[in-house]
């Protein structure tokens, strides 16, 4: 793994590798800003509290206003605006609030062209649509079921170029979540 010592890269791949996956949540990202290709800017961004990681593609538009007072309460070390989104979460986080509500909320906060999603400390991923430039699509690649953005191409290539042997294939309708049950099944998120 990039940017951990090689014992520490190394015990992290043994012990993911120990697990079968049903499920994944993937993140295809294409810089908006070239300047965030940082070690500080690397997503997904974890909770310090251990309730999620959390990343995004697209552009979170009104994140400027909130970036100097999580920077001047350490919370900022890099330049993207992921980072801020990720701070507001840690705010906003309350553990009898649906995913799906927070994530909305946290679009509607910033506005933008803004995919957003989380994988929950137990292993729930829920991926929110919200670039209407680069959709989220849900399918199986097997047996793992998968939520993920496109490649950000206007032609929707994904199927073509990653993953030609999708089967239940899914458009995640704008302004909705989707997650992926244990069985990696996607449903609607509440």
């Known amino acids: 793994m990039p940017g951990l010592p090689a014992g520490r890269g190394a015990s ?6 120990e697990h079968e996956a049903t499920a994944a949540l993937v993140h295809l990202r294409r810089p908006s800003r070239l300047s965030t290709l940082t070690h500080a800017d690397t997503q997904p961004f974890d909770d310090p509290a251990g309730r999620f990681a959390f990343s995004h593609n697209g552009d979170l538009r009104d994140y400027k206003g ?8 350490g ?27 927070l994530l909305a909320s946290l679009h509607d906060r910033f506005g933008g062209q803004a995919n957003l999603a989380v994988l929950t400390s137990d292993g729930s991923p829920h991926h929110y649509a919200g670039n209407g430039e680069n959709p989220v699509f849900s399918f199986r690649l097997g047996r793992i079921g998968i939520a993920s953005t ?11 170029y990653v993953a030609p042997a999708a089967t239940d294939r899914r458009l995640i309708r704008v302004r909705s979540t989707v997650a992926l049950d244990p069985r990696g099944d996607a ?4």
């Not at 909130?66 to 309460?73: A, D, M, P, V």
């Open 150 to 160: 496109g490649i950000y191409s206007l032609d929707r290539s994904l199927f073509r």
């Open 66 to 73: 909130l970036r100097e007072g999580f920077r001047r309460q």
């Open 12 to 17: 992290i791949r043994q012990r993911v590798g």
């Open 75 to 101: 919370r900022i070390h890099g330049r993207a605006d992921t980072e801020v989104g990720e701070r507001w979460l840690e705010d906003a986080w309350r553990p009898d609030e649906p995913v799906a509500h």
């Open 187 to 190: 449903v609607p998120s509440a």
